[in-house]
């Protein structure tokens, strides 16, 4: 049975789930400011903090698909303003890759996002996950390598 | 049944001398107590394939030998070898041998000082399938770029270099042999075979196959961990059902860990009992390697690997990419 | 009038099929497995012969099937798949609902090699014997059909006269010979009688009685011509499984060091072999939901017996590889009567590293003599044991 990643969804039945790692110096506390200044986005995000971005390894990121997310976001510090100095340098490198391999393996381009999200760029964390979800409510649910059960 | 010792693309009188100059060595360097251990191949039925060698006395170096029949990568062994031996352990290998060397020491699991490295010329492997009828060398091999030693490299004697002439005239599919191998899906590019629905297709109707035997990471060379992620059970990242996610999930993980380090030897493809191109998964990425990060040949350990090190114009996932293909920006 | 597998009295009941009609064979074997039957045969991709869910009969084609000498993984997992549900769970303790996997549809498995089929007997008596009976094996065993085709080339990997076997032994439900333009048939078990039925119904198909003999003496001879394996001129029978003194010289012999000196320690030989079936048990929880699975392991991998706490006695390779050999060809004879390697070839052949049992038994078997010797020039060897060790 082919797996196919096209067809929009309906726009009331399906809301995209993402999952956002986020910076615990930069990104998290931008997603932080977008909430107390009330920006508003969707509700169907969830936020994990890691310390820095280059905390992550790209398993997470399969693993987050596996187990029902939609797309998956890696915010980071700006590069050249990691908290660690170096970390997101790295992040860089490595998430790319795994962005290419995800399209090898032949996952839908557009599931993974690599942002860079300052801690005063509330406006900026807000509006990524407004133009993920509608990016993904154009793609679909993610049905590439999801266990059934998750 | 043919003659099991036609050498495929090898003049046979060249791959006498150099079978004799790698026996000579390794005796030499073992009578005088240079190495505690050598390894390389030596003949095993059934068609007189070349299996791993350990010789620790001199007397048994007449065993050793070379040419298109040796089969297995032997550079991994250094890695238990070395604990195993009093004495520095040498190698003589091809190219591929002596990278997977190379990966190890790079990877900092072995000392420099425990090893002595000998490169011999090669022009390639036999396909095992094919040696029954002839021989015809493994399609791997043609793409190799490490067939001949490159001299003037720290801690790397060559042997046989006034053969590599020889052997780099020669023809790599002998007349009368087959084909090389059956044929593959050559690596494709962004947007080819792999992309999409019909690329998924493609990889889940392989995963779908694999046996999770873990024989691609016990012949890697650069999957050299004592403790290793893929058999974690807490966290589990890999379940061992292979129900497909964990199909994906136990390559994909294999695969980024591999990124960048990955010598090029295919040994993982040749090994798997389930004939899963991981090769090309490989190659892409190194292709990847290549075109974001400009590194000019990812399969040859460097002074730093290329997921270890970054710089400040590396492409950006924010900035458009440089090229049309992949999917750098979502 | 012959004597069945069972040791029972059977009329003989033989049959020459046109080798055009192995379609019809194979409906005819889908007929007795059930409706919902599964038909598994060898397919060839890329150069690799593999076992595949066949959907249509008419696709075997029996003239690039015949060119076949086994494939690279046994057809263990059909019966004996890799990932294997024991139950599922729903809910959270105290209000906590087990479930049980569906019985797996009823496989035909057509184009068995005889290693193959004899492989399976020797599940049988790993799995199904005693108190414990594996219920998920018996259950899929007790439905399938197992159809043998003798082979009419053998390749050196092949062991199967070390083993005690040849390539013509009957086994499985029906045994196939196949003999130029015909197909020869004999019904070993009362399901292979039923086969043999269903074909009689729709196809002609005289009696074969001589022919069958004839054609097994014939490919017998032609076992002979391959190039000669590390195993030839082997009996492995002549391990002597349940003296002790032998199964301590043979523990105790210092070759295993070197033997395993070229292992990686990966799984492949116990995974594509018809008859290793060790597994692990895991639990996949899904939040409030979940699975127990049971998967195959090898006692060749480095953690196979690691306890909780770290405890593993068998951290080095080498006694890895003597547990996996001694078991194969020593201690599951002493246990149920036979040797639990049936000569595949498939873990020599496939053995990324070259590693070969032939070796291993060309080991055994000195030792095993040596010791043998010892006992009739009457040195007795140090320390050797005066009464049975408990």
């Not at chain 1, 993402?18 to 931008?30: D, K, L, P």
């Not at chain 2, 190194?286 to 990812?298: K, M, N, W, Y």
């Not at chain 3, 085709?149 to 009957?170: D, K, N, Q, R």
Request: proline share 8%; net charge neutral; glycine share 10%.
């Amino acid at each position: 049975m082919a797996i196919t990643s096209g067809g929009a969804g309906t726009k009331s039945a399906f809301q995209p789930r993402i999952v956002a790692f986020c910076c615990n110096w930069c990104s998290y506390a931008g997603a932080d400011l977008a909430g107390t200044t009330r920006m508003s986005y969707p509700a169907t995000v969830r936020i994990i903090r890691v310390p820095c971005s280059g905390r992550i390894h790209p398993r997470y990121v399969l693993r987050a698909l596996e187990r029902g997310a939609d797309g998956v976001l890696i915010a980071g510090c700006h590069p050249g303003d990691c908290h660690y100095s170096t970390g997101n340098y790295y992040t860089r490198r490595r998430l790319l890759l795994a962005q290419r391999l995800l399209t090898h393996l032949g996952f839908d381009q557009g599931r993974l996002w690599i942002r860079w999200i300052s801690g005063s760029e509330g406006a900026k964390f807000a509006d990524t996950i407004r133009d993920m979800s509608a990016s993904l409510q154009v793609l679909g649910p993610n049905r590439k390598g999801r266990d059934q059960r998750a | 049944m043919p003659d099991a010792g036609q050498p495929v693309g090898y003049p046979a009188e060249v791959l006498r001398d150099l079978q004799q100059l790698v026996r000579d060595c390794a005796r030499s360097l073992l009578e005088q107590g240079e190495v505690g251990m050598v390894i390389g191949h030596r003949a095993a039925a059934p068609y007189g394939r070349g299996v791993p060698a350990f010789v620790t006395e001199p007397g048994e170096a007449g065993q050793l030998m070379v040419g298109p029949q040796c089969q297995v990568g032997i550079g991994k062994y250094l890695l238990d070898q070395t604990r195993a031996t009093r004495g520095r352990v040498a190698v003589i290998g091809r190219g591929c041998d002596i990278l997977a060397a190379r990966r190890l020491i790079a990877d900092n699991r072995v000392a420099p000082d425990q090893v002595l490295l000998l490169w011999v010329p090669c022009a390639g492997r036999a396909v095992p399938e094919a040696m029954a009828k002839g021989g015809a060398v493994a399609r791997h091999c043609l793409q190799c770029d490490v067939r001949l030693p490159e001299p003037g490299q720290d801690g790397i004697e060559i042997i046989g270099a006034h053969l590599a002439g020889a052997l780099a005239s020669a023809s790599l599919v002998g007349e009368g042999c087959l084909e090389a191998t059956a044929p593959r899906i050559a690596p494709a590019g962004p947007g080819a075979d792999n992309a999409g629905d019909a690329g998924y297709e493609r990889w889940s109707g392989w995963f779908e196959h694999c046996l999770r035997c873990y024989a691609c990471r016990a012949t890697c060379p650069a999957c050299n961990c004592d403790i290793c992620v893929l058999e974690s059970r807490s966290p589990q990242w890999v379940e061992r059902s292979t129900a497909l996610p964990q199909q994906f999930m136990f390559h994909f993980i294999r695969a980024m860990d591999v990124a960048g380090r990955c010598v090029n030897c295919g040994e993982c493809e040749r090994a798997c009992p389930a004939g899963i191109p991981l090769m090309d998964l490989q190659q892409l990425v190194a292709a990847d390697i290549t075109e974001l990060f400009g590194v000019e040949r990812p399969h040859v350990p460097g002074e730093h690997e290329p997921l270890g090190i970054f710089d400040a114009r590396d492409p950006d996932p924010e900035r458009p990419a440089r090229t049309s293909g992949g999917g750098a920006l979502s | 009038m012959t004597t069945a597998r069972d040791g029972s009295p059977r009329r003989r009941h033989t049959g020459n099929l046109s080798s055009d009609r192995l379609g019809a064979l194979a409906r005819a074997a889908l007929a007795v497995a059930g409706p919902d039957a599964v038909l598994w045969a060898p397919r060839q991709a890329a150069q690799r012969w593999a076992w595949e869910p066949i959907t249509s009969p008419d696709d075997l084609d029996p003239r690039t099937w015949r060119r076949m000498v086994n494939t690279r993984i046994s057809p263990k997992g059909i019966l004996l798949p890799q990932t294997q549900e024991v139950f599922s769970w729903q809910g959270r303790t105290p209000k906590i609902a087990l479930d049980v996997p569906p019985p797996p549809q009823p496989a035909v498995i057509l184009g068995l090699r005889p290693c193959d089929a004899v492989a399976f007997d020797r599940l049988d008596e790993a799995l199904l014997v005693g108190e414990w009976p594996d219920v998920a094996y018996a259950r899929a065993r007790s439905r399938a059909v197992l159809v043998t085709f003798a082979c009419e080339s053998m390749s050196p990997e092949c062991m199967c006269e070390a083993a005690g076997l040849s390539p013509t032994t009957p086994s499985g439900d029906l045994l196939v010979l196949p003999a130029g333009e015909s197909l020869l048939l004999e019904a070993l078990t009362a399901k292979g009688e039923a086969v043999l039925a269903e074909l009689e119904g729709r196809e002609p198909m005289p009696e074969a009685g001589s022919l069958v003999d004839a054609r097994r003496e014939e490919l017998a001879g032609a076992a002979g011509h391959h190039a000669p394996g590390l195993a030839a001129g082997q009996d492995w029978t002549r391990l002597p499984p349940a003296d002790p003194e032998t199964v301590l010289a043979m523990f105790g012999m210092p070759g295993w060091e070197e033997l395993a000196r070229p292992c990686l320690s990966c799984g492949l030989c116990a995974f594509v072999c018809p008859t290793c079936h060790c597994f692990a048990l895991t639990d996949e929880p899904r939040g409030d939901t979940g699975r127990r699975v049971r998967t195959w392991d090898s006692c060749g991998l480095t953690d196979f017996m690691r306890a909780a706490g770290g405890h593993d006695p068998r951290p080095a390779k080498a006694q890895r590889m003597r547990q996996r050999f001694l078991h194969k060809l020593v201690y599951h004879r002493a246990a149920h009567g036979s040797l639990m390697c049936t000569g595949c070839g498939r873990c020599a052949a496939g053995c990324p590293a070259g590693l070969h049992i032939a070796t291993a038994a060309k080991m055994l078997l000195a030792a095993a003599e040596q010791v043998a010797q010892d006992a009739l020039s009457g040195c007795a060897a140090p320390g050797r044991p005066q009464e049975d060790p408990q």
